[in-house]
């Protein structure tokens, strides 16, 4: 089945709620190449936070919004298994992130075991639940849930998050390893979200960035 890309010559007047996902992938698939390319060890770890931080904050935003929509739309086995395939990332995850960066042989491997899961997840959204999930909006119910995803997105973003955020308990200890971290930095991210429509305010989060 054909993968759904960014189009990026589509309208901007309405966003769409599957760009909005696939933005999000992308921007972990890149921080992993720039990963495999740094030579330094402290832009590494920066590199590694930030793909901690998206992962978890990426799974917690479509457990808020596009998962509960898919619930609604009779989509709920699919949405239970994209949720447990989340589930399964994020346990990879804390994993990695209780290991040593410097230790780069069992780092890497593990790092590499969370993007096979990460990629496997990634590419069965991209390639049916995705498709499926679009075929049951209208273009305004995909701008209004793409909408959610954006304002819960940015809500994970302080830390930590508000309690009117639910939060797994596994993602609640990836999250909480990385205020631990703060100080250790994360990178840019190559692709943005839109401003937020509510607040206008981009879809950045407020940590330190590596210098």
């Not at 990026?8 to 992938?25: G, S, Y």
């Not at 890497?108 to 498709?131: A, C, N, P, S, T």
Request: charged fraction near 25%; avoid cysteine.
């Amino acid at each position: 089945m054909e993968r759904i890309t960014i189009n990026p010559n589509a309208p901007t007047a309405l966003l769409d709620v599957v760009q909005e996902i696939i933005l999000d992938h992308n921007n972990v698939r890149d921080l992993f190449a720039r990963y495999i390319r740094a030579t330094d060890i402290n832009e590494k770890q920066a590199i590694v936070n930030t793909i901690l931080r998206e992962i978890a904050v990426h799974g917690e935003t479509e457990n808020n919004s596009v998962y509960q929509r898919m619930d609604e739309k009779n989509m709920k086995p699919l949405a239970d298994h994209s949720r447990e395939e989340h589930q399964e990332v994020e346990e990879a995850l804390l994993k990695l992130g209780s290991m040593d960066v410097q230790n780069q042989p069992a780092h890497d491997k593990q790092l590499m075991e969370v993007m096979r899961l990460f990629q496997e997840h990634g590419d069965e959204e991209e390639m049916d639940i995705l498709l499926k999930l679009q075929s049951q909006l209208t273009t305004e119910m995909s701008n209004q849930l793409a909408l959610d995803f954006l304002n819960i997105r940015e809500k994970l973003s302080q830390m930590p998050p508000p309690s009117s955020v639910q939060v797994g308990p596994t993602a609640q200890k990836l999250l909480a390893l990385l205020m631990e971290r703060q100080s250790l930095g994360f990178v840019d991210l190559r692709y943005q979200h839109p401003a937020n429509s509510i607040t206008g305010r981009s879809m950045k989060f407020e940590m330190p960035l590596l210098t």
